[in-house]
């Protein structure tokens, strides 16, 4: 197996899932919004892997690059369905690309200051919050749906 085909499988899997968490409204938002952020990490490095080359295992922050290096890539556009209109995706992944950020800035990196899925942080007002109970009200639910169909459409077409 090759690292793009182990990324392209845990991807698969991540999203899978989230889908499953998805529907099970009792389960707290950390989990959804984790597996999610997961799924989408692992797409992105598939997509920017060109053959069996590793990338640094070590970095999460490859979503929002792998969205803005889309537009030049049109072999996936095409299969997207917007092969007739480049100008038109261009301004899809523009308008997607905010939200991929919320996603891709869950990532718990350095200090304790930092929103995110998997660890208590302290707040802007030093208060300490946790994932299971905290609601998420940054990351509107009906944009993680929007913006997961977008992944489902993506990880469509990695076969």
Known sequence: MTWKEAFRQQAISDYEVFIHLKAQPQIPMCH??????MATEKLAKFFMLTGNESLDEK?????????????????IRDRLKFSNNPKQFKSYIDKIIP???RIQNLVPVGGIERLNPEYPWLNGRSEVECPAIYSYPEIPWHEVI?????????????N
């Open 32 to 37: 959804r919004l984790h597996y999610l952020q």
């Open 146 to 158: 929007r913006f997961s169909t977008f992944i489902q459409n993506l990880i469509r077409i990695t």
């Open 99 to 101: 939200w991929a950020e």
């Open 59 to 75: 970095s999460h922050l490859v979503l929002v690059s792998f969205l803005r290096m889309l537009p030049s890539r049109p072999e």
